[in-house]
């Protein structure tokens, strides 16, 4: 069993950068691919961005690329997530995911999951 804990949510102007943290304890953090969802008001949860066991590869949403860097330190058995150049339509509650398999963007592969942390992205 992996215990997540996010951290990190908050208001911010458009423009504007956050770094969430996905504090993790129980078994190895080191072995699970991690990954980010989110999920807007009214929306279903999409995937934003994950990365292999060891940091050594990543995959972003289209929507995210270019602005957002998701990163690990399994040292301190956590993931983080920095989200730069924010948007309005950014605003959602996170999430941090992760799983004994490889990278994937489904959610259904993932089977341990964070209790979310709201960011809010006002114009």
């Known amino acids: 069993q992996v215990q997540l804990v996010e951290s990190g949510g908050g208001l911010v102007q458009a423009g504007g950068s956050l770094r969430l943290s996905c504090a993790a304890s129980g078994r190895t953090f080191s072995s699970y691919t991690m990954a980010w969802f989110r999920q807007a008001p009214g929306k279903e949860r999409e995937f934003v961005a994950t990365?292999?066991?060891?940091?050594?590869?990543?995959f972003y949403a289209d929507s995210v690329k270019g602005r957002f860097t998701i990163s690990r330190d399994n040292a301190k058995n956590t993931g983080n997530l920095q989200m730069s150049s924010l948007k309005p339509e950014d605003t959602a509650v996170y999430y941090c995911a992760a799983t004994e398999r490889g990278m994937s963007t489904l959610q259904f592969t993932y089977n341990f999951w964070g209790q979310g942390t709201q960011v809010t992205v006002s114009s």
């Open positions: 990365i292999n066991y060891s940091g050594s590869s990543t």
